[in-house]
């Protein structure tokens, strides 16, 4: 029997390393790339203070985990983006919308907490939808290389030259997209299924727009990522508290909710094939984010996760709700969103975003590009395949 247990292990062993090598892993027979520079687009998962610096700040105890502080991103510490930017060596990338002590020299974000792919016809106080949708953001980035151009020129020490970007390094940059997922929550909120299924096909073809204006301007490697779980956030559940056994899926999740999102995803990755031979230069890679949550989701307890629909940050007793980082009287006593006491076994942090750990988890598990297409590690994005 122990032969046998042995002989297993080491298939298992030699099979992980064979799909490794096949899927991307990391060795692969394309050379590193040399990204001088990374540029974001994106939502509240992306946003490294965009939403802060435009809006009111967020509040501890968001950031505590890394950060020791708020560093406007909606964790308690690093995002999937933080993690992009260590493994290409860079370093984080301040908010575009931040406009103190801010080097843009390797890439800026553009992401804000909120945003969508399409306009929405709201403001940010009414739902939390972000001004900055995809097109702003794009015009934002557009109005940033022509001002960063003008500001290098007009440079006189190497100090000032060392905190923007050099205009060769736009092609050579890496482009970011984590962004879709408030277009979902929008069309749950106002739009009938139908109606949201409708709109899909014009969402997705404005990503591709937002893709193909960087390409007109010189940039040649995309990392896209598809929208997540969105059935899976918790906040689903604190007004409903037991729903029928036809209202979830196998992981507990809103079944109607992740079933939008894969058809979402689908319609993405069609697209991102068509944009790859709309734009021959490109290098574009498809990310399949959905899979990595899920998985997570699905496996918490052997990934050494707690329950992944049990919030840790905020205060949730049945319909008794007080936010992460706010107060509110409770039964008439003042009750504080605090922190879970072991955020690095939660995978939501506050309802709606995760915590640091699950954020590396999935960063750990997309990076290497066995779960995108083509199957290309981060480090060789910007090869053509």
């Not at 984080?92 to 890439?107: C, E, I, M, V």
Request: net charge neutral.
């Amino acid at each position: 029997m122990e032969f046998w247990r042995q002989f297993l292990g080491e298939f298992q062993f030699l099979l992980v390393f064979c799909v490794l090598g096949i899927f991307g892993g990391a060795d692969s027979a394309s050379p590193t790339c040399s990204f001088p520079a990374l540029y974001n687009f994106g939502d509240s998962n992306s946003d490294t203070g965009g939403i802060s610096a435009a809006f009111e700040p967020i509040q501890a105890p968001y950031g505590e985990a890394f950060f020791h502080k708020p560093s406007g991103r909606d964790s308690d510490g690093r995002l999937i983006i933080d993690f992009i930017a260590e493994r290409l060596g860079l370093p984080y990338l301040s908010a575009y919308l931040n406009s103190l002590g801010t080097s843009y020299k390797h890439g800026a974000n553009f992401a804000t907490g909120g945003s969508t792919i399409r306009r929405q016809n709201e403001t940010i106080f009414e739902n939390g939808i972000s001004p900055f949708s995809l097109d702003m953001q794009i015009a934002q980035f557009n109005q940033f290389k022509a001002r960063t151009r003008d500001l290098y020129q007009q440079a006189k020490t190497s100090y000032e030259k060392s905190r923007l970007p050099n205009q060769e390094d736009f092609a050579k940059a890496l482009y970011t997209f984590d962004i879709g997922q408030n277009d979902l929550s929008v069309g749950f909120r106002r739009l009938s299924s139908d109606q949201l299924l409708a709109a899909i096909p014009d969402i997705v073809n404005q990503l591709a727009k937002a893709v193909q204006n960087i390409y007109q301007q010189g940039g040649r490697s995309f990392w896209i990522h598809n929208t997540s779980p969105i059935g899976c956030m918790p906040v689903n559940f604190f007004y409903n508290l037991n729903p029928p056994p036809s209202y979830v899926d196998q992981y507990g999740c809103v079944k109607t909710q992740n079933d939008m999102a894969v058809e979402f995803n689908r319609q993405l990755k069609d697209r991102v094939i068509k944009l790859k031979s709309e734009l021959p230069e490109a290098a574009i890679t498809y990310v399949d984010v959905y899979a990595a949550k899920i998985r997570m989701i699905g496996n918490a307890k052997a990934e050494g996760f707690s329950d992944p629909l049990k919030v840790c940050c905020g205060y949730h007793v049945k319909y008794d709700h007080v936010w992460c980082g706010t107060k509110a009287l409770v039964n008439g006593s003042a009750v504080f969103g605090a922190s879970c006491e072991n955020p690095a076994t939660s995978i939501s942090w506050d309802g709606v975003h995760y915590t640091q750990a699950a954020n590396q988890w999935v960063a750990n598990h997309i990076l290497n590009g066995s779960l995108s297409d083509p199957p290309t590690p981060i480090t060789q994005a910007c090869h053509r395949h």
